[in-house]
């Protein structure tokens, strides 16, 4: 992977947090104004970025094989990183800041990143794009069920009403309808999906730089256990499904496509979930700040090695 091109998306990318930054400091929003943004980055632009995902891929039985296989792969990875760092620290588990960090070990921002990141280093396979969207979906399956329940520790977050009725799940059964149906949005509402769904990366960003404004820089840079977290989650992690995803019989883009999307940083999501549950939100600014502070640095560096 050309390691000119990787850095500079990246880089163009936390451009995007300068503004939500600057913002911030020079009050012209304040901070409560956050939960807004990311309450459109949830359920209005996260959406539509799924339905523009699969709308990038035509129905065949090479897709719908390989769609079926991110998915699992990535249930499976995500599992198995979450299991693992889990039962690792399981003696510490009932301290909250453990918890976060056993999240932001597995889950990153596959979507917000990693689809501009896979549209940059994969110009000519549109459909790694389809496949992070699915790799998407697994961790928001994840994010709303397993990972709500290691979060809070309340079980009523194992639930199947969890996994279908959340927006990431309901678009993605219209994208899916979509697909098999072979409807193809076209024209001016082609447009008004392909803006809304990048705006995902941007509300992402802006989102990441107004928390870097109201947080204090000292906690981020000095808690061993978030510098563990994010080692875990950029160099373990993606070097773990490298390996897994190696063994399938699939082709390398596939197998590109799926490693590109591991070594994205830790997602908002995590943030975002934190706040919801009312539980370690410090603790998830924190990680999520630095692991996607640091990824500027190795994501290119990872992708060196394939």
């Keep these: 992977m050309s390691f000119t091109v990787t850095l500079t998306t990246v880089a163009m990318m936390l451009l995007y947090a300068v503004p939500g930054f600057l913002l911030i400091k020079f009050r012209k929003l304040d901070a409560a104004n956050i939960s807004s943004f990311a309450t459109l980055l949830l359920y209005l632009a996260s959406p539509f970025q799924t339905i523009y995902a699969l709308q990038r891929v035509e129905y065949s039985a090479y897709m719908l094989k390989h769609l079926g296989l991110a998915l699992l792969s990535g249930v499976v990875l995500m599992c ?59 961790m928001n399956i994840l994010m709303w069920t397993v990972t709500s329940f290691i979060i809070t520790r309340d079980r009523k977050y194992i639930s199947l009403k969890k996994v279908f009725l959340n927006p990431s799940s309901i678009a993605m059964g219209v994208a899916l309808i979509l697909f098999f149906c072979r409807i193809r949005i076209t024209g001016q509402i082609s447009d008004m999906v392909t803006t809304l ?8 960003m802006l989102i990441l730089g107004m928390r870097l404004a109201v947080v204090p820089f ?12 994010v080692a875990l989650k950029l160099f373990v992690f993606p ?36 706040e919801i549950l009312g539980e370690g ?26």
């Design 80 to 138: 198995s990183m979450l299991g693992a760092v889990y039962f690792c620290l399981r003696r510490k588990q009932q301290l909250v800041p453990y918890r976060i960090c056993t999240a932001a070990s597995a889950l990153g921002n596959c979507g917000f990143m990693g689809i501009p990141l896979l549209e940059a280093l994969l110009p000519d396979y549109p459909q790694a794009v389809a496949f992070a969207s699915m790799f998407f979906m697994a």
């Design 197 to 204: 769904s990048r705006m995902s990366t941007v509300l992402c």
């Design 218 to 229: 000292k906690p981020i840079f000095t808690s061993k256990l978030q510098y563990m977290a």
């Design 239 to 274: 070097l773990f499904a490298l390996a897994v995803c190696s063994l399938l019989p699939v082709e390398r883009n596939f197998v590109l496509s799926i490693y590109i999307i591991c070594c994205a940083p830790t997602g908002n999501l995590v943030l975002s979930f934190a």
């Design 281 to 306: 939100q410090d603790t998830a600014a924190n990680v999520v700040l630095l692991s996607t502070l640091l990824s500027m640095i190795t994501i290119p560096l990872m992708l060196l090695i394939v």
